[in-house]
């Protein structure tokens, strides 16, 4: 039952936040590879990893498993992307970019958890 209650916790209070914060990040592609917003290219990146999708090809597959109204939550307005649209944006965004914008969020959503037994997981 804790479990539940921090996963609701988490998608309450910081899911919204993570799309918003991922909006402030300056968009490198140029005007002819904007065909999905990039907040949504980003949290879906971020939820990908965070299921345990390694690569590009692993997270444009767990996006295209999900339902029609994640990818709408998530901020796509039409069919998901292949693994070469997260390939080409991650390749232009400098990683610290990324990071900077995140370590807030994940800090955020930490500060709001009670303590418990976690396990840490990379983004890179």
């Known amino acids: 039952m804790a479990l539940i209650t921090e996963v609701l916790l988490v998608t309450s209070c910081a899911a919204g936040s993570l799309l918003a914060a991922l909006a402030s990040i300056p968009d490198p592609r140029r005007r002819k590879g904007k065909r999905h917003p990039l ?3 980003l949290a879906a ?3 990908g990893i965070l299921v345990g ?3 590009y090809k692993a997270i444009a597959q767990w996006l295209r498993n999900q339902e029609p109204k994640v990818w709408h939550w998530l901020g796509f307005t039409r069919k998901p992307p292949c693994a070469n649209s997260f390939r080409n944006l991650l390749m232009q965004l400098p990683p610290e970019t990324l990071e900077a914008v995140l370590r807030p969020w994940v800090e955020q959503a930490l500060a709001q958890l009670p303590p418990t037994d976690m396990q840490p997981v ?3």
């Open 53 to 55: 999708s390694r690569g």
């Open 45 to 47: 990146t971020v939820c």
């Open 39 to 41: 907040a949504a290219l």
């Open 122 to 124: 990379a983004l890179d």
